[in-house]
């Protein structure tokens, strides 16, 4: 019986410092996430001076409420309807975005000094939109994007957002829970800090109907792309062919239903307006939202002009198609699982 309760000694010396072993790595883990969540970015700096030429100023309004549509996110939640609607509602923040990764709530960006942005200088204003790097140097989640957009448009939205009357609302913080906190320690890099594949930056862009200010519109503006393409809702990264849909988003308002962006590539068989002529996407865009729990941002798209609708129709058509199939637009949550 002597060697068994000797080896049975040694398997539990073993199982010891296994544990120890484990014990120290999952500190170590923990740690690093703790210190690295709220690492800070260098990025290049921006020279910009807002400007208040009416013109310029009145660009920036048409963007942050029709293709940009900053005021579908920067508004609370309740609000969306009136925005749908066509009220201009302060944009004081506090849209709640419940990911797999934590709570996220959209930032007050009225002038308010201490509630909004009203303290930010014009070039933070504009890094955290070209670079995604905020004023205190964390990366923002990629929501927006509008890191390639041209240099005169960019100036057309800071000098619009710096006409926007202070509103004082507090919004909450975001929330991130265990696996937010890895995503932000190890994986999160702000977008505009990533070189491959960018395009050069416009000095201006001049709209009008073409295929190229199309393509500007739905990549670097309207965010077609960001919804349209399957990603990883964790970290946000592209998963899939562009345009060919399959995001699964949760539903607006109503979290029992998924929402599934549908293929707007051209593909004949799989691509949902291989159909529609041009005069059908334009009346399809000036009728808005027909689903109320779908996120994409039918109000202020129906509200672009016709040159701009043109240009994204006719943009479309010369994507790649790719047939892809992402069945039911709109799903149960439940049945995901
Ligand atoms: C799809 C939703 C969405 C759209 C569209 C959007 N934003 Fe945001 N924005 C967010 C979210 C969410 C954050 C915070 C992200 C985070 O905390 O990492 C944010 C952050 C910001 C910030 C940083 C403010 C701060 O206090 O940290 C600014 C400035 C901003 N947005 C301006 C704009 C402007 C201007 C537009 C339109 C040109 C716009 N946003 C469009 C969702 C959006
Ligand atoms: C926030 C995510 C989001 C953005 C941004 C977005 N979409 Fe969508 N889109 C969806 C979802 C989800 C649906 C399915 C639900 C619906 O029809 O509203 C959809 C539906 C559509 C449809 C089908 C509508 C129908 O009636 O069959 C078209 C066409 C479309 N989107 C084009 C676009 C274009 C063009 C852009 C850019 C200008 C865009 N989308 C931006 C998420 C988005």
């Known amino acids: 019986m002597k060697p068994k309760t000797l080896s049975m000694k040694k398997f539990i010396r073993v199982l010891k410092w296994v544990g120890i072993v484990v014990a120290l790595l999952v500190i170590g883990l923990l740690v690093a996430v703790y ?10 700096a921006i020279d910009i001076k807002a400007s208040t030429d009416s013109s310029v100023i009145a660009r920036g309004k048409y963007l942050a409420n029709g293709p940009a549509h900053c005021a579908h996110c920067h508004v609370p939640n309740d609000k969306m309807a009136m925005v ?3 009220q201009i509602i302060p944009m004081s923040g506090g849209r709640l975005f419940e990911l797999p990764i934590g709570n996220i709530y959209t930032p007050n960006i009225t002038s308010d000094k201490e509630t ?9 204003i504009a890094r955290v939109l070209r670079y995604g790097v905020k004023n205190n140097g964390h990366a923002l989640f990629p929501f927006m994007p509008f ?3 041209a240099e005169s448009d960019l100036l057309a939205i800071v000098s619009y957002l710096r006409t926007l009357a202070p509103v004082k609302n507090k919004v909450q913080d975001n929330e991130f829970n265990f696996m937010g906190n890895v995503v932000r320690a190890f994986i999160m890099k702000p977008e505009g800090l990533k070189t491959e594949n960018r395009p050069k930056i416009l000095a201006t862009i001049n709209p009008d109907s073409s295929t190229e200010y199309g393509s500007y519109l739905a990549k ?11 990603r990883d ?22 979290p029992d239903v998924t929402m599934v962006s549908p293929n707007i590539t051209p593909d004949a068989e ?23 729990e779908s996120p994409m ?28 199939n992402n069945g039911p637009t709109m799903v149960k949550t439940a049945d995901l699982k």
């Open 35 to 44: 210190t690295l969540k709220d690492r800070t970015f260098e990025s290049p």
């Open 84 to 86: 749908d609607e066509g």
């Open 116 to 124: 909004g942005i009203g303290a930010w200088s014009d070039a933070e």
């Open 147 to 149: 890191y390639d957009i």
């Open 220 to 230: 670097y503006v309207a965010n077609c792309v960001g919804c349209h393409t399957d």
């Open 233 to 254: 809702l964790k970290t946000g990264e592209f998963t899939g062919p562009a345009f060919a849909g399959g995001f699964k988003l949760p539903g607006e308002g109503n």
């Open 270 to 292: 799989t691509g949902v307006m291989h159909s529609w002529s041009e005069e059908m996407f334009i009346k399809r865009f000036r009728a808005g939202r027909t689903i109320k």
């Open 297 to 324: 941002p039918w109000g202020p798209f129906s509200r672009m002009s016709d040159m701009e609708l043109k240009a994204l129709y006719r943009f479309l058509q010369t994507v790649k198609p790719v047939n892809q």
